[in-house]
């Protein structure tokens, strides 16, 4: 199923407030500015900045 896009257009990262935007696996919403990747597990962005990973193109 994935994320909508109407949810993905109101997510902003929560560690900047700013833009983020699906992983090409769909298995993550990155943020540029922060350098991280939020998971996205059974459907559900984990939108915890402890919790995400160092995002590395």
């Known amino acids: ?7 993905l257009e109101i997510l902003v ?3 900047c407030k ?9 298995d993550g919403l ?3 500015t922060c350098r991280l990747v939020y998971e996205i ?3 559900i962005p ?3 900045p402890q919790e995400a990973k160092p995002y590395t193109p």
Do not use: H
């Open 1 to 7: 199923m994935g994320i909508s896009k109407d949810l």
């Open 13 to 15: 990262c929560p560690k």
């Open 18 to 26: 700013g833009q983020i935007f699906l992983t090409e696996k769909e």
């Open 30 to 32: 990155v943020c540029e």
């Open 41 to 43: 597990k059974e459907d």
């Open 46 to 48: 984990i939108m915890l």
